[in-house]
Nanobody
């Protein structure tokens, strides 16, 4: 059984930082793409960032480029999302996902999400 568990969410003031983690269990993900998505209040889920299996390629949504950094530690089956210069519009439930191929929408496995709230 594949499980993805996010952690690190919380309440932060605008301009602050948070680091999200996503721990994967049930199988190794060193050959899978990993990604972060978010669902802002009242809106649809949107792509945030993705990272290739070896970590050599990263892709970001324009809205977070230059502020967020995705990374992974394959030895720990964990991916991270470092979020700096947070804005109120970053408020959302953040989900990690993993799959065999890169996609801006669909992945094979999803976590349950962690809430990030940015106050103004």
């Amino acid at each position: 059984q594949v499980q993805l568990v996010e952690s690190g969410g919380g309440l932060v003031q605008a301009g602050g930082s948070l680091r999200l983690s996503c721990a994967a269990s049930g199988r190794t993900f060193s050959s899978y793409f990993m990604a972060w998505f978010r669902r802002p209040p009242g809106k649809e889920r949107e792509f945030v960032a993705a990272i290739s299996p070896n970590g050599g390629t990263t892709i970001y949504a324009d809205s977070v480029k230059g502020r967020f950094t995705i990374s992974r530690d394959n030895a720990k089956n964990t991916e991270y999302l470092q979020m700096n210069s947070l804005k109120p519009e970053d408020t959302a439930v953040y989900y990690c996902a993993t799959g065999r191929i890169f996609s801006y929408r669909e992945y094979d496995y999803w976590g349950l999400g962690t809430q990030v709230t940015v106050s103004s």
